[in-house]
């Protein structure tokens, strides 16, 4: 589960197996590589990869978030 924050400030939660940018557009791919969604360029901020309770509909799991650092310039 990501969390991407676009650039207007708004949130998107995004079940994939990864992420990926391309000429500062960011996608997402799942675990079979199929794209499963796509910001354009400069609509997206930030992107953390949620773990744990954040990421389990039900509240529970480990406490161990991992912040992945991809920023637009």
Not at 24 to 42: H, I
Not at 43 to 71: C, F, I
């Amino acid at each position: 589960m990501w969390l991407v924050q676009a650039a207007d400030g708004t949130e998107e939660r995004i079940e994939a197996g990864m992420l990926a940018t391309e000429g500062g557009a960011l996608v997402a791919l799942s675990l079979e590589g199929v794209l499963t969604r796509a910001w354009a360029p400069g609509s997206w901020q930030t992107v953390r990869l949620l773990s744990g309770m954040e990421a389990h509909p039900a509240g529970k799991g480990n406490d161990s978030d991992v912040v992945v650092g991809l920023r637009m310039a």
